[in-house]
């Protein structure tokens, strides 16, 4: 499973993880997809995935947005992959196979060390510059402004004047 990369959707949480873990305050969605360069949709459906897990709560309004239920530094990675990975059982046939011993005891060591690993690390990792609500919103306003001003600029009547 954590061959050459990790299957999207559990990046994607702890990509999003990683952003609450460094925002000063609750973020809103579009906020946080801007953030982690992740589509709105996709952003909204991680979103929605980490609070069933209880990793993260949310509030509407316009104080509202998102953050993460417990620090950073408490939730694991193994917590995540275990949100999303259904572990089964073995057949007692397969607990006596060599192969599937020895890919059981690989699978155990890298549990162990991706178990030492928090979302807090993983954040400080990333770098950059933590989300501020304020500057968000103030960017998503003169964005949408300068949207609608272009829009008016190109309207008949200011043509001729």
């Not at 061959?3 to 994607?12: A, T």
């Not at 162990?112 to 510059?129: C, S």
């Not at 933590?130 to 309207?155: E, I, Y």
């Amino acid at each position: 499973m954590l061959g050459s990369e990790l299957p999207p959707r559990i990046y994607e949480s702890l990509k999003t993880l990683c952003c609450l873990a460094k925002a000063a305050g609750p973020l809103p969605a579009r906020a946080i997809a801007s953030t982690t360069g992740l589509p709105p949709a996709q952003t909204a459906k991680i979103l929605q995935m980490m609070s069933w897990a209880g990793f993260v709560e949310s509030r509407r309004g316009t104080k509202g947005g998102f953050w993460l239920v417990t620090p950073a530094e408490r939730i694991r990675v193994t917590d995540v992959l275990d949100f999303f990975t259904h572990r089964t059982h073995e057949s007692p046939g397969q607990a006596r196979d060599p192969i599937v011993r020895v890919l059981a005891h690989a699978v155990t060591r890298c549990q162990e060390e991706l178990n030492h690993i928090t979302v807090a690390d993983l954040a400080k990792l990333a770098g950059g510059e933590p989300p501020q609500v304020g500057n968000v919103r103030k960017t998503m306003l003169v964005s949408a402004f300068r949207k609608r001003k272009r829009s008016t600029d190109l309207t008949p009547e200011r043509k001729h004047k």
